[in-house]
């Protein structure tokens, strides 16, 4: 689970170092004048510092003493782009659309913050910058074209640039992610983590007919008991499974929930819900309850905040079906107040 630093410093420190007059005048020993330069960016300027003074972390814990053993994630909460990369030469129109962030979770994760007492963490930059909710290698870490449109200020970075965003935004979000469940792991509390997103309506021409869906590679138990619920508890939803897309697709076989989560065993839920249901605050509000009335009653059961090891060995032996755990006493105080 830890993040290995790249060695990006190395590769900054030689920018523009070498002046093309000693080149010149050092004809007999071309090679060993030239051998550093190699290491500079082939183009764009790289500023010593992508993250200016005034502009956020990458990365914000809201309640984080929060008493429920539960960790609310959002990976794209946000479509800020740091002052250094000029909207990566997108427009104001472009950067509200889902190819810069997922409207409408930071309103849901908030909420749910709020009614189950649970810590919060939130990407502050837009995952057109660095998608932290892929591998660092994977070509959507930093996408050139995103949903048919061209990214100006991602096309043909250089190594040094994309470990610069890597170093400043991608790994210090993961590494706080890390030491933000290894608070709860200290204390001997396997959190449950609830990984919130949302998708575009329309892909490619397809309407997705889905009004939220439920994500899952391994942890398939608990994503079948949500399904369950919402589909219970809201006759007519379209719910799907595995629905925008599933995570057991290529592209996505790095990502936040699978390096933080599905590796390590701890227990997890993901959500996707359609934007356009989620595009005011009013309504992104109303979701995240309807998500909460499904949720509510599995974090009611003890047995969930244990290693998915621990959990498969007695839930594999259980029918299929079950009631949700609705009727047993409210011993958490944060689903207490969820019941609100
Ligand atoms: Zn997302």
Redesign the pocket.
């Known amino acids: 689970m830890k993040f290995r630093k790249s060695p990006v410093k190395a590769a900054t420190k030689t920018t523009a170092k070498k002046p093309a007059q000693k080149v010149k005048k050092t004809p007999v020993k071309p090679l060993t004048a030239l051998k550093p330069a190699a290491k500079t960016p082939a183009r764009g300027k790289l500023p010593a510092r992508l993250l200016q003074a005034g502009e956020p972390a990458p990365y914000r814990i809201e309640n984080a003493k929060g008493s429920a053993p539960v960790l609310i994630v959002c990976?794209?909460a946000s479509n800020r782009v740091p002052k250094a990369l000029n909207n990566v030469g997108l427009s104001k129109a472009d950067l509200e659309k889902h190819i810069a962030w997922?409207p409408g979770t930071e309103n849901i994760g908030r909420y749910m913050s709020d009614k189950l007492d649970a810590a919060a963490f939130f990407a502050t930059y837009s995952r057109i910058v660095v998608d932290v909710?892929r591998g660092e290698r994977s070509p959507e870490c930093m996408r050139e074209v995103s949903d048919h449109i061209q990214v100006p200020g991602n096309k043909g970075l250089s190594a040094a640039q994309k470990r610069q965003r890597l170093d400043e935004i991608f790994w210090p979000y993961h590494r706080a992610l890390t030491g933000q469940i290894k608070n709860y792991l200290k204390k001997g509390i396997v959190p449950v983590i609830v990984s919130l997103?949302?998708f575009t309506p329309e892909m490619d021409g397809f309407k997705r007919p889905w009004h939220i869906g439920v994500l899952w590679n391994k942890e398939e138990e608990i994503a079948r008991r949500v399904v369950e619920n919402l589909r219970a508890q809201n006759p007519g939803m379209v719910v799907g499974e595995n629905e925008p897309y599933t995570l057991k697709q290529a592209n996505l076989t790095k990502n936040t929930i699978k390096t933080h989560a599905e590796d390590t065993g701890l227990p997890y839920v993901i959500v996707e819900f359609r934007q356009d249901l989620v595009a005011t605050k009013r309504d992104a509000l109303k979701w995240g309850r309807i998500f909460l009335e499904a949720l509510a009653p599995i974090l009611m059961d003890e047995g969930l905040y244990r290693p998915r090891r621990e959990r498969e060995r007695t839930v594999s032996k259980k029918p299929a079906s079950r009631k949700p755990a609705r009727a047993k006493p409210a011993k958490k105080k944060p689903l207490r107040k969820a019941a609100k």
């Open positions: 990976d794209h997922d909710n997103h949302s």
